[in-house]
């Protein structure tokens, strides 16, 4: 029951968010030398039938987290992760962002939900064990866009991840980690095969927070 609860809420908040991403204020900032032409975010949200083709993935998303989080009171904060990781895969491959105003409100959503569920399980350790994984993954993709091309984007987004997978203990942490880089290392050879002269950043928000979901089959 629990797995098809998380894949029809997860799929119903991704079917709903390209109403949000069509309403984003463009950044400000300006572009760096070696990044595509940005597409307004309107026309991002404005592909037909893109709410249908974000929820697909949002909803096995969810069912993945419902069937491999063995303590399901550490499932509610998944969901919204599961349903943001779609839309905010489409608009990183695209323009090569992730928006501050998606990926800031998911990190507090994170906490909010995370606070829930240790009061749930009456454990105040759940929130330390988020407040680890939050720094240790943090501190890692932070050092990592120190040292090289990572994206403050990916960089924010790792904060999330590390608050959804420090409950679920250091091994997932862990492995959340590895799995993160070694997807994004293997569609990066992919991608620049046969095009070695193209500069244009890998996108690597989308492999991030793969790697966290297959995180949880560990």
């Known amino acids: 029951m629990s797995i098809l609860v998380s894949a029809l809420l997860a799929g119903l908040l991704a079917a709903v968010s390209p109403l949000l991403l069509s309403r984003l204020p463009e950044p400000t900032a300006e572009p760096e030398p070696d990044m595509p032409v940005k597409i ?26 419902a069937a491999t989080i063995t303590e399901p009171r550490l499932l ?46 009456q454990d ?32 924010r987004l790792s904060a999330v991840v590390g608050v959804g997978l420090g409950p679920l203990g250091f091994i997932a942490t862990f492995y959340g980690l590895f799995f993160g880089l070694v997807i994004g290392a293997i569609a990066g050879l992919v991608l620049v095969r046969g095009r070695l ?16 979901f297959a995180a949880l089959w560990v």
């Open 124 to 155: 105040a350790s759940v929130l330390l064990h988020a407040l680890y994984g939050n720094l240790g993954v943090f501190g890692f993709y932070f050092v990592l866009g120190l040292l090289g091309p990572m994206g403050y984007g990916d960089i």
């Open 40 to 65: 307004p975010y309107v026309e991002l949200g404005a592909v037909p039938r893109l709410g249908l083709w974000l929820a697909l993935p949002a909803a096995v998303l969810g069912a993945v987290a």
């Open 197 to 212: 002269g193209n500069q244009t950043p890998i996108a690597f928000g989308p492999y991030l927070l793969l790697g966290a």
């Open 76 to 121: 509610p904060v998944w969901i919204p992760i599961a349903a943001a990781t779609p839309v905010l895969a489409w608009v990183d491959w695209k323009v090569h962002l992730l928006p501050y105003l998606i990926v800031a409100p998911l990190y507090v959503l994170s906490w909010l939900l995370i606070g829930v569920s240790a009061l749930w399980m």
